[in-house]
Nanobody, 124 residues
Framework: VQLQASGGGLVQAGDSLRLSCATS????????LGWFRQAPGQEREFIVV????????YYADSMKGRFTMSRDNTKNTVYLQIDSLKPDDTAVYYC??????????????????WGQGTEVTVSS
């Protein structure tokens, strides 16, 4: 399973950003994909996970509203749209995959595969 995250960069507070996680068709159909982030000195934080079959998404309560996960099967890619960026959103963002039937997993240790991360820096 390969997950390739991209799209990070240096942005201004208030901007929007769309992160991408490229993978394979087999991974999209066989695993539930999610997004996490990790700020310097902090633990990895759950953002959202998507059901591999229904595409239903489950967000952390603190992430509802400004974060949107989507998927494009024609490109074998999932996305994380982040709106109204804040300096507190500065972190490395990771896509991850797990194969369990229970989709809504929020602990990083429950995920089987990880991408390399893409860094987002938000200046004030």
């Amino acid at each position: 399973v390969q997950l390739q995250a991209s799209g990070g960069g240096l942005v201004q507070a208030g901007d929007s950003l769309r992160l991408s996680c490229a993978t394979s068709a087999r991974t999209l159909s066989g695993y539930n994909l999610g997004w996490f982030r990790q700020a310097p000195g902090q633990e990895r934080e759950f953002i959202v996970v998507m059901n591999r079959n229904t595409w239903r998404t489950y967000y952390a309560d603190s992430m509802k509203g400004r974060f949107t996960m989507s998927r494009d099967n024609t490109k074998n890619t999932v996305y994380l749209q982040i709106d109204s960026l804040k300096p507190d959103d500065t972190a490395v963002y990771y896509c991850a995959a797990h194969g369990d039937r229970w989709v809504n997993k929020r602990n990083a240790r429950e995920y089987d595969y990880w991408g390399q991360g893409t860094e987002v820096t938000v200046s004030s």
